[in-house]
């Protein structure tokens, strides 16, 4: 298996703009993560899924941030507008139920 | 609720030298508990875990214990090396299937 891809690996934007990050998850894998790292606050949990359902979106900064997982091999992550506080990378993982999650490589998102 | 709390850093040591770093976690219910690494510019890899109480989870020459009586789960290794540079988290997985993952300690390894 590849592992957990997620593209693009580096995003630069302006301000204002919109921003979809994606993820495709290891096959096979039930639950769906989406974390946000930062040198301030470390690794933060954004939202999950289980089973194409979103479980716990608590972490969401704001209504700027939407994500969706039209099926069970693809999720977006999408910041409308971007704001330059955005600018962090943005890490994707999978798991199935009660083991290790497996994370992608991250996308680095600049906000100018 | 459900924490975790890890030893702060950075961490610095010689080459050879002993690593302990420490994660104890909120006791709500029978974690599973894990230890990750991240290398500069990578995501997170798992490095070991520990299911349930006593378990002594182990790779690379790494070892952490799962505590129950203390709620901890310390991360350790005889000799550490230059490569073993990294930032480390800890992370219990909870009921509903979510990670809480530490702070993060980065050890510095030096020649």
């Known amino acids: 298996d590849a592992g957990v891809i997620q593209s693009p690996r580096h995003e630069v934007t302006e301000m204002g703009q919109e921003v979809t990050l994606r993820c495709k998850p290891i096959s096979g894998h039930d639950y769906l993560f989406w974390y946000r790292q930062t040198m301030m606050r470390g690794l933060e949990l954004l939202i999950y899924?289980?089973?194409?359902?979103?479980?716990?979106d608590s972490g969401m900064p704001e209504d700027r941030f939407s994500a969706k997982m039209p099926n069970a091999s693809f999720s977006t992550l999408k910041i409308q507008p971007s704001e330059p506080r955005d600018s962090a990378v943005y890490f994707c993982?999978?798991?199935?139920?009660?083991?290790?999650?497996?994370f992608g490589q991250g996308t680095r998102l600049t906000v100018v | 609720g459900n924490s975790v709390t890890q030893m702060e850093g950075p961490v610095t040591l010689s080459e050879e030298a002993f690593l302990t770093i420490n994660c104890t976690y909120t006791a709500t219910g029978y974690p599973s508990l894990f230890w990750y690494v991240q290398y500069p510019g990578e995501g997170l890899q798992l490095l070991l875990k520990?299911?349930?109480?006593?378990d002594k989870g182990s790779n690379k020459g790494f070892e952490a214990t799962y505590r129950k009586e203390t709620t901890s789960f310390h991360l350790e290794k005889g000799s550490v090396q230059v490569s073993d540079s990294a930032v480390y988290f800890c992370a219990p997985l909870y009921n509903f299937n979510k990670f809480y993952f530490g702070s993060g300690t980065k050890l510095n390894v030096k020649p």
């Open positions: 520990a299911t349930k109480a006593d």
């Open positions: 993982a999978s798991s199935r139920t009660n083991t290790e999650a497996f």
């Open positions: 899924f289980n089973n194409n359902v979103p479980i716990d």
